[in-house]
Antibody, heavy 123, light 108 residues
């Protein structure tokens, strides 16, 4: 059974960089041919897609966040990572790791989600 | 960016009744539409993709319809576990996925 589990700090300071990790179990991210990525949810912005990546290294991002975010895979650890730089209070949200599926293409839905991690940006 | 607008924001319905939720896209997304259910403290869970295909394990009382800019999620006979927030999402405008603001289904 596929499972995704986010981990990282719950509190970060403004202007700092957020680093989150998603550990995937039940499938190999390097051989499964799916895209893996991140979304976030806040009361003010609702559900917001951040970005996705593929085992080949191909990545694509939300244009509004593109200059501040990086999504990458660590195939040796079966993990998906997210970095967000230059944090502000507006980045406070629950961050979710998710798989694009059930199709192995980019034009599909998000079929598996992690439980999410609340990140608060505050001094 | 394609804007997804859901209506109503809140829908009071009695258990056993039918619920109809709407989602409108600001431009055509063909059938590249998904619906999700979210319960408090949990992540969204995929219900429908391709506008009308139920995801694995989703009961037949959930059905999706529509294409282009107008979409509907229908729950034929509400069970207690169906009271939640529902989101629509378009994935036609790749690489930009956008969600509606949600409809909260509450017990009448």
């Amino acid at each position: 059974q596929l499972q995704l589990q986010e981990s990282g700090p719950g509190l970060v300071k403004p202007s700092e960089t957020l680093s989150l990790t998603c550990t995937v179990s039940g499938v190999s991210i390097s051989t499964s041919r799916y895209y893996w990525g991140w979304l976030r949810q806040s009361p003010g912005m609702g559900l917001e897609w951040i970005g996705n990546t593929y085992y080949s290294g191909y990545t694509f991002y939300n244009p509004s966040l593109k200059t501040r975010v990086t999504v990458s895979l660590d195939t040796s650890k079966n993990q998906v990572s997210l970095k967000v730089t230059s944090l502000t209070a507006a980045d406070t949200a629950v961050y979710y790791c998710a798989r694009l599926g059930p199709k192995t293409t980019v034009t599909t839905s998000f079929d598996f989600w992690g439980q999410g991690i609340l990140v608060t940006v505050s001094s | 960016e394609i804007v997804m607008t859901q209506s109503p924001a809140t829908l009071p319905v009695s258990p056993g009744e039918r619920a109809t939720l709407s989602c409108r896209a600001s431009q055509s997304v063909y059938n590249n539409m998904a619906w999700y259910q979210q319960k408090p403290g949990q992540p969204p869970s995929l219900l429908i993709y391709g506008a009308s295909t139920r995801a694995t394990g989703i009961p037949a009382r959930f059905s999706g319809s529509g294409s282009g800019t107008e979409f509907t999620l229908t729950i034929s006979s509400l069970q207690s576990e169906d009271f939640a927030v529902y989101f629509c999402q378009q994935y036609n405008d790749w690489p930009m996925y956008t969600f509606g603001q949600g409809t909260k289904l509450q017990i009448k």
